[in-house]
């Protein structure tokens, strides 16, 4: 501690000055790294949620160009070009279940997850991912897809049945 004591009458001064010591030094420096880590995760989940719930996904396959453009679009207004490949680098396009498992819940149980992915050469590209009551909507998306580039690109449907979590046990 540092002061300085002034005495001027009819006043009395005194500064004091408090020094930073090294466990001022730890506590700051802890508070500020939590802080910082709680502050990314925060940020993490929002820009998670912004997304889930204002960005949706444009494909659109030109049968004339023989390419497939993929779009993201921010408020179905604002639109961004994410890719662009040709109908060659597509391996096949899938609909499966191959993202079906256990899932944490009250207790481990076996959910089922549809999904239908363009498979290109070196990546994959997911188009969507639903459950079971959503699986309608899917296959009559996937159907509607091979009716119109069936003759362009390899269509495939992978669905197996996943036996449940009680016969491993």
């Known amino acids: 501690m540092r002061y300085q004591f002034t005495d001027q009458p009819p006043k009395l001064i005194v500064q004091i000055e408090s020094r930073f010591t090294l466990i001022d030094f730890t506590v ?8 910082f880590i709680f502050a990314l995760f925060f940020w993490i989940f ?5 997304l ?3 960005v949706s996904f ?3 396959f030109d049968s004339e160009e023989e390419k497939v453009l993929h779009f993201i679009k921010l408020f179905s207004y604002i639109k ?3 890719r662009e490949f040709q109908f060659d680098e597509v391996s ?4 499966s279940n191959e993202d079906s498992g256990p899932a944490l819940q009250h207790k481990l149980v076996n959910k089922d997850w549809y999904s239908l992915t363009i498979l290109l050469s070196n990546s994959y590209i997911r188009m969507a991912k639903v459950q079971m009551d959503e699986f309608e909507e899917l296959y009559h998306l996937y159907t509607q897809l091979h009716q119109h580039l069936g003759h362009h690109l390899l269509f ?3 669905i197996s049945h996943i036996s449940s979590l009680e016969d491993h046990v």
């Open 28 to 35: 700051l420096l802890v508070c500020f790294i939590l802080g």
């Open 46 to 50: 929002f820009v998670a949620v912004f």
């Open 52 to 54: 889930k719930l204002f």
């Open 58 to 60: 444009e494909f659109v």
């Open 80 to 82: 961004f070009k994410r």
């Open 92 to 95: 096949e396009i899938r609909l």
């Open 156 to 158: 495939k449907l992978q």
